[in-house]
């Protein structure tokens, strides 16, 4: 597959910026502890669910120094209503002491440091980076892995690699902006089981609509065969 140009990734951009001007994290925070903690619970759940849990979880605690007393059985109770509520109850509790035991409690301001985090991968690190601290960074999730694919901005099933193809093709000060964009386009538009090609803003750049394009007049010919076969089969029958 053939990626889009620079040039024609900047167009198919600005035409999301056109149709999701107020796109931004979904996820309620206050802190760059609380976004570390909201986005270590979104993992396999939607933001909507994980928000309605954590209305109450930062009522209760609010600090490093708050996670890092607890037992992850304590913190399962708060969070049970998500999934993989036990691994990310331990994660956040052994994440909040290594940021008292090496950052002073402090959430840090490099990939580096953050993917260090238990339960902290590259995506993780880079929400935080990006809406915490606005500190240029692209995160690919689910959303934004299928639709840049899908588009034709990345070609890859690996989530580093579509990273990297899609910041080569954009400025650094619209890393950020874009990952909100594509999210918002995969939720609204480009969703996963029935896309709704028919009333895409970008469909014109857009490699899987050009292959469904391409596959629908494909079918189309080969269903004017048959029926050309069948017609000409019905007259040779009656010129017998």
Known sequence: MNLLSRAQTRRMLGKLEQAYPDAKCALNYTTPFELLIATMLSAQCTDARVNMVTANLFQKYRTPQDYAQLTPEIL????????????????II?????????????????????????????????????NAFHIPALAVDTHVQRVANRIGIANSMNPEMTERQICQRIPQKLWSSAH?????????????????????????????YDKLGQETKLREKVFEKKEDGKTGSKRRKRGS
């Open 76 to 91: 399962q109770e708060d969070i049970a209503q998500l999934g993989l509520f036990r691994a990310k109850s331990e994660n």
């Open 180 to 208: 909100h964009w594509l999210i918002f386009h995969g939720r609204q538009v480009c969703s996963a089981r029935n896309p709704k090609c028919d009333i895409c803003p970008v469909s014109e750049f857009c490699q899987f």
């Open 94 to 130: 052994a994440a909040s002491r290594m940021l008292l035991e090496k950052y002073g409690g402090e959430v840090p301001k490099t990939q580096e440091e953050l993917v260090e985090l238990p339960g902290v991968g590259r995506k993780t690190a880079n929400v935080v980076l990006s």
